[in-house]
Nanobody, 116 residues
């Protein structure tokens, strides 16, 4: 099993930046795909960004050019750098990882609020 813990959320003004972190523990050697999701009130959870073991990244159109996903393998950690934040980025952000065998692990979520 893999356990995930996010951190780094908070309140930021429009145009500001935050960096989210996701630390994995457990059977992390089985992970091959790392993701960030978000869910705003009344909306479905959406995939924001992902990265694989070859460092190939993908982003939702709504965050392209503003968010950057990266990973630090020795630390079993991946990040979401969020720049030029907008009020519509306000959501509960979750990290997730996909393991060989198809299992997906989820973190508990960290709140990001963009407001003046």
């Amino acid at each position: 099993q893999v356990q995930l813990v996010e951190s780094g959320g908070g309140l930021v003004q429009p145009g500001g930046s935050l960096r989210l972190s996701c630390v994995a523990s457990g059977r992390t050697f089985t992970t091959y795909h790392m993701e960030w999701y978000r869910q705003a009130p009344g909306k479905q959870r959406e995939l924001v960004a992902s990265i694989n073991l070859s460092d190939v990244t993908n982003y939702a159109d709504s965050v392209k050019g503003r968010f950057t996903i990266s990973r630090d393998s020795p630390k079993d950690t991946w990040y979401l750098q969020m720049d030029n934040l907008k009020p519509e980025d306000t959501a509960l952000y979750y990290c997730a990882s996909v393991q060989y065998g198809g299992q997906r692990a989820w973190g508990q979520g960290t709140q990001v609020t963009v407001s003046s």
